[in-house]
């Protein structure tokens, strides 16, 4: 007998940004442990419920019962588990309720293991209760929730429990039947409560399936969260098309305020026309971060004094007394806002470098104005390497913090750079010098855009080589679990600048020029080797990302190329290279050259043709010597591809020297001079990429 299932933990309002992950623990929680014990089968749907003050799981196809099931268990030699008489001994007693089985001693089977004789036990396992199971599960569950910060509370016996915030209902129902369950010093019942102030008081839930409906029709609630998510979007839309706008609605924001309500109503409202000479991001911020309003674009995409807000609650009076409280609250905010730009832009931004001695950057590694000296130092050095203008790079390099000391970001830390922006260009600094400033901490996520400008490009190097290098240098490494300092996403933003912007600077010399800036830093001790190390593992995770192998990407990391620009095209390379025929076998070929010249000392990648003997040796002696220059001149003009498919011609000639030829002989000469042979032609075969790795 199946039956749909559901359980509710009713509370006090959930924190709002933890609520979408809460609500999906919670029901993966229960789900995963119910079909771990057998009582969820494939036709089983589970549906997610979560509200600013509910998390609910509610399961379809549910059985009351497990089926019984046939076991065979091994218990005990017969020498242990039977006395003189044939009696069951106290230890296969003890062994048959451990299984919570009872059997005659004549019903056991017994068959020899192989070194002695055993007792088997063949039987039936009885199915289990779902009353018995959904109270570990629950329990389980809970514990594993991902809960920001407990709660310690007072229930009504005097009791004190802990949960994320103080719980008032639990509900666990199967079919129509209560399932006792007791949880966060709650015992399970049918009951619940809906809307705090549209519905106030407790709601019976009939059923299961009726839990949403019911919700909905008589608790002024949109149980699932998804649902509501997509009516708060649909509303939004509708509000701003009345207005002929487009709302600007952040995922992040939508699901904050999805948590937030249980009965969304979308209202508008408007805010004075002379703040929109403050920065459209300073005011976007404000409404979104502390508001939780979303803005308003006109159809040229420009942002509109008016804001759309989400209300937990129908006005009676149309809404125009949240308008117009809104509006009052949204300005004073909006009024601080124009107060920190109006004095902000009063010091001219250079003005404020000198403050950042005072800002402390690392204790090991000295001041924010220290960084600068070192960005400056670094970006100017990148500048030369690319040809880049090096007098607009040191400017916005020594501009690019500047911003940390002003009024704006010291209230919205997001707009750094942002405002530096706009101050640089209020004091009339060079275009390129002004983007570059809030360019330089591009990208700032996973596929955030680059720097577009050449002295962008230079800072934004040079910003997280500096944290790179320094933090590394004074023994700060991210750890599997710790990387307090995002060390992984700025090695992957100078990976994602080195090559889809294709800039020909070695990384080598990257590192040497970011070291040098630390000259008269006394803790800092070069952590090249490790930083290498570190680099190119985040480029084989980058390149695994887009799609190539793992045997293609460590052909071609292997060799730790130091032009990050040309690993795109190495990589294309490879993928061609390994749909030739002739692959496999010169991949095999390399791999098995590479083993030969690990066994021997150094030698010389260079031949003697006058001293290839045999026939086999010959051939591939005059195979490579002609392939050779071709191969080469393709390497030198960067057409990769071209160059690894010129080796195909020396499929026939390797194969056929292995076969008949031996490289170890005695004779000294011969000997080192096959093995010259055979590194010239390794050398050569490898110049893309390490093309022993593609073999299987």
């Not at 919570?100 to 396992?125: C, M, N, P, T």
């Not at 002004?434 to 591009?442: D, F, L, N, P, T």
């Amino acid at each position: 007998m199946t039956a749909s299932l559901l359980v509710e933990i009713q509370t006090e309002e959930l924190p709002p940004k933890a609520l979408k992950t809460l609500c999906r623990a919670f029901a993966a929680g229960i789900e995963s442990g119910l079909r771990a014990r057998g009582f969820v089968s494939d036709r089983s749907v589970m549906t997610v419920y979560g509200t600013p003050r509910r998390l609910a799981v509610y399961l379809t196809h549910v059985a009351k019962r497990t089926a019984d099931t046939s076991f065979r268990q091994k218990l005990l030699p017969v020498s242990i588990g039977l006395d003189d008489k044939g009696r069951a001994t106290p230890a296969l007693q003890k062994k048959l309720a451990a299984l919570g089985v009872e059997a005659e001693v004549k019903k056991l089977q017994r068959e020899s293991d192989g070194k002695q004789e055993v007792l088997i036990y063949e039987g039936h396992k009885p199915g289990e209760l779902l009353i018995a199971a959904l109270q570990p599960v629950v329990e389980a569950t809970i514990a594993a929730l991902p809960i920001p910060k407990m709660m310690s509370y007072q229930l009504f016996n005097g009791e004190t429990t802990r949960f994320i915030r103080p719980a008032h209902h639990l509900i666990a129902m199967h079919g129509h039947a209560v399932v006792p369950v007791h949880a966060v010093g709650l015992q399970s019942g049918t009951k619940t409560q809906g809307h705090r102030f549209l519905a106030p008081g407790t709601l019976a839930v009939l059923a299961p399936e009726l839990y949403a409906e019911q919700l909905l029709d008589e608790g002024y609630v949109i149980a699932s969260f998804e649902e509501r998510r997509a009516k708060i979007e649909s509303l939004l839309l509708a509000a701003a098309g009345k207005h002929d706008a487009q709302p600007v609605v952040p995922a992040d924001l939508l699901d904050e305020v999805t948590a937030l309500v249980e009965w969304p109503v979308v209202y508008d409202s408007t805010f004075d026309a002379e703040y929109l000479a403050v920065p459209p991001e300073c005011l976007l911020l404000t409404m979104q971060q502390n508001q939780k309003y979303f803005a308003l674009n006109d159809a040229a995409g420009k942002l509109m004094n008016r804001f759309l807000l989400v209300a937990n609650i129908e006005a009676t009076d149309g809404g125009d007394a949240i308008r117009a409280g809104n509006a009052r609250v949204v300005r004073a905010r909006l009024a601080d806002a124009k107060f920190f730009f109006d004095q902000d832009r009063r010091q001219l931004l250079e003005s404020r470098v000198d403050g950042l001695a005072d800002v402390v950057y690392h204790g090991k590694l000295g001041s924010q104005l220290q960084r600068v000296e070192r960005i400056v130092a670094i970006a100017v050095g990148i500048a030369k390497e690319l040809r880049v203008d090096a007098v607009g790079v040191e400017r916005a390099a020594r501009l690019a913090k500047a911003d940390l000391r002003t009024l704006m970001v010291g209230e919205f830390p997001e707009l750094q750079g942002v405002m530096g922006e706009y101050y640089a260009q209020h004091d009339g600094e060079a275009t390129e010098v002004s983007a570059a400033i809030r360019e330089h901490y591009y990208p700032r996520f996973a596929g955030d855009t680059l720097p577009k400008s050449a002295i962008g490009l230079c800072v934004a190097l040079a910003d997280k080589l500096e944290t790179l290098v320094g933090l590394f240098g004074v023994g700060e490494k991210p750890t599997g679990e710790r990387d307090p300092f995002a060390l992984r996403r700025q090695a992957l933003g100078i990976l994602r600048m080195l090559m889809e912007k294709q800039l020909a600077i070695p990384f080598d010399r990257l590192l040497r020029i970011g070291e040098q800036a630390f000259g008269d830093v006394g803790a800092f001790k070069s952590a090249d080797k490790e930083v290498l190390e570190f680099i190119y593992e985040r480029l084989r995770g980058l390149l695994r990302e887009q799609g190539y192998s793992a045997q293609q990407v460590e052909a071609v990391i292997a060799s730790q190329p130091a032009r990050i620009d040309q690993v795109p095209q190495q990589l294309a390379a490879v993928r061609a290279f390994m749909t030739l025929p002739e692959a496999e076998s010169l991949a095999a070929a390399n791999k098995r050259i590479g083993n030969i010249l690990k066994r021997a000392d150094d030698v010389p990648i260079v031949f003697d043709r006058a001293l290839l003997l045999e026939p086999a040796e010959r051939s591939l002696g005059e195979a490579f010597s002609a392939v050779r220059p071709w191969a080469e001149q393709l390497y030198a003009s960067g057409d990769y591809s071209a160059m690894l498919k010129s080796l195909a011609p020396l499929k026939q000639p390797v194969d056929r020297f292995f076969d008949e030829v031996m490289v170890n002989v005695d004779d000294v000469k011969l000997r080192a001079n096959r093995l010259g042979l055979l590194a010239a032609l390794r050398t050569t075969m490898n110049r893309v990429a390490d093309i022993s790795k593609l073999s299987k």
